[in-house]
């Protein structure tokens, strides 16, 4: 039973033991990856909605740990741009299923994608991939103890206990 109760409280944005710090740490992964993600869409000359893509990407936290595909760990904010850029590509697949599941909050069909051409799934993956090395050039200018630095720090630990968790993982 203890394991099923694991599962769920990773299986949900925010989990309810910690409710403030991960209501803060959501908004800290997420708020960046909306900004870059408008910046890539207005660059691309893309109209989007950006309810639809802030719920994407709140709707992508549980499966960006699960549904990695390479890479055992995330990075933390002090790591390489390397390391970041393939923690970054880690998470698309995570993101796609949010981007799913944010079209079925709005009302599409439950069995079918939603209805995007090369260029969109391009632009979702660019911002995701492009947010972490850009986030991670804060890392000079923050301190140590930061609460932005750390709740980040936090949910890439939660990212590894997801994929440490997650069926996919084939060690």
Known sequence: MESLYFVINNATPVRW????GDVIGDITHVGPEVLVANVINRLFGAKTDQFETALAHTLSIPF???AQPFGEKHAKMESSYTDQVFSG?????????GY?????????NILRW???GVMDVIRVALSKILTRPIFTSLNKVLAK???????YDLMQARFDIQGQQSNLNYK
Do not use: C, M
């Not at 103890?145 to 709740?151: G, S």
């Open 17 to 20: 033991k910690n409710l403030q």
């Open 64 to 66: 960006i740990g699960g």
């Open 89 to 97: 590509a880690s998470g698309v697949p995570g993101l796609f299923i």
């Open 100 to 108: 799913y599941l944010a079209g079925v909050f709005r009302g599409e």
């Open 114 to 116: 939603t209805k995007w």
């Open 145 to 151: 103890d930061n609460a932005i630095r750390v709740n």
